[in-house]
């Protein structure tokens, strides 16, 4: 089975841990709403490659943290959809949760997979207990306070907040909770692998300001995409074009270089190298960034 | 040390665990704000009452138990009085964390103290890892869909929802959790606890729908409380005040003979009385309903 079916199929089991005859129609529309069809699932891809890395030793924890990190992630997409925050009307090609389902049911959809998220891991975790809270404490410091995806998305509420610091708790957590949690969940070492993750991101982040500004420039001819209109930081606004894309370079080879020695480590780079393609396009982007 | 201050120490120690020199300030003191000062704290004290009764053999995992399902309760709380639920002003007294703090930190309010929920479990289970994953299990599914308190939120998004369901879902989900938890944490059997809890909590909505009706009788002369305002399902309207006094003290009869036999049933039969007095006090409402 491909890493991508593999996947799906574990995002599919997890979510069947919150269905049942007895539950509200609507929530459960929702749920499955918000993470089917997915994005790239480019964050549990990372954490079975890692896992892969380091041997492999449990795949169906592995699948577990895997799935636990997607519905996190995919909370926090329906959470940062709410009018409250950017108040997007579309997700993925579809209408945003709190569009096609109403305000209250995407709050309750975000909150439900963050409980699904926990739960699948500990559904995981049966045959292997031992490992438990520490990839419990891996995933959940990644994801809360003080410095996890919630926090970053509370940056956004102060009046000062560091491009780095942001950065790191609105998406390098989450990336590293992917490479620690792949790594224990196959019993090698999570510390050793947290900078991977952290790097690459960073890097993922700052991505997503240069196709922000990249596609503004292109519509309107000037940088004005949504991270200028919400007034979030972004490293476009605060680098230039050209200026991201070396940051976004060095953040990328700094990723390949913290990738601990091990059998699967080639594969890795050539993973790496293929997502900078992906999410920086030289045809577009990098050409659209010298011509402007 | 008595029970109170032990619950108290331990949320505080469990918030450390989301506190931190590089987080959000404002998240930092909204979460605060959301769990200080508390209520009755009542299910932390039936989490460690049931401990108790099954002879304590874990306090350290007990408390991490009743940390983690007060947590949930307070996220909830902080998600309920949001403008798209209940649009509530004030909470324990004090502004609601949306109105102290604005819509954006209550909604990630609720979502860390999800996180730190579990953090704070796994953190308690270090020592214990064996009985992680089903204290995990227990503690989601009372709080997750498809039965557990953010699905009986999500039955106020139907167009129709028996009271019973809701109830369960609402409020007796999270109190069976309590009970739950609490034998499991001392190495009791979880599933003859269950009862004792979804009884105890459905009889704990009741009595708040009893106060709400009864509330609103003193003062309007008619039973239009918060439930009517809302559209809530509420058994004071389905069975009028008397009626729903009658069903409260059906379910605490109920409660009390789903207690397994044990050591501490009897302090647990004490528990249940004292609380009894104090969710529908006879001097008051009971009179009121006689002579309304």
Known sequence: M??????????????AL???PAGPPKLATAIRHAVFPGGARIRPQLCLAVARACGDGDPVLADGAAVAIELLHCASLVHDDLPCFDDATTRRG?????VAYG????VLTGDALIVLAFQALAQAARHA????????????????????????QAWECEPYVGLAAYHRAKTGSLFSACTEAGALAAGAN???WQSFGLFLGEAYQVADDIRDAAMSTLLLGKPAGQDIALSRPSSATELGLQGAIAHFDALLARAVGAIPPCKGAPALRALVRAESE??????TVRTLAMAA
């Open 129 to 152: 207990p031992m490992r438990l809270p520490g990839l419990l404490s891996i995933v959940a410091q990644r994801v809360g306070a003080p410095t996890g995806i919630v926090a970053g």
């Open 103 to 106: 305000e209250r049911i995407a």
């Open 18 to 20: 919150g269905e049942g």
């Open 278 to 283: 992906r999410l920086v396009p030289e045809a």
């Open 2 to 15: 491909d890493t991508a079916t593999r996947i799906e199929q574990a995002l599919h089991a997890a979510l």
């Open 94 to 98: 579809v209408p945003a949760v709190h």
């Open 190 to 192: 999570p510390e050793r």
